[in-house]
């Protein structure tokens, strides 16, 4: 299984990104997807998720507001667009995927985890 990341870069605050991950090779269906990211000297924390169908969906509150997480299982990939952007949304962003049809806000509940990409965000 391999999750593969892209749409990371470099922008300035207020503006808008989307950031894209690309499942492949995963065999067990339905699976939930979720989006972590990691600034430098912190933890991995949770950005959003979403089950299944995407009918349910969750935001940490740092996002929520600013951010949309949606899938697209015929291409096994999902988005995650980030509007009003801020320096301290710096950070690597992590797609993962989890077995089973539910979200989960808990990294260790995900098996499988992509490179990464990076998202800067100048003031």
Known sequence: VQLQASG??????GDSLRVSCTVSGITSRPYGLG????????????VAAISWTGFTTYYAESVKGRSTISRDNAK???FLQMDSLK??????YYCAAKDGPRLSVYAYEYTYWGQGTQVTVSS
Not at 8 to 13: I, M, P
């Open 8 to 13: 990371g870069g470099l922008v300035q605050a």
């Open 35 to 46: 989006w972590f990211r990691q600034a430098p000297g912190k933890e991995r924390d949770i």
């Open 76 to 78: 096994n990939t999902v």
């Open 87 to 92: 320096p301290e949304d710096t950070a690597v």
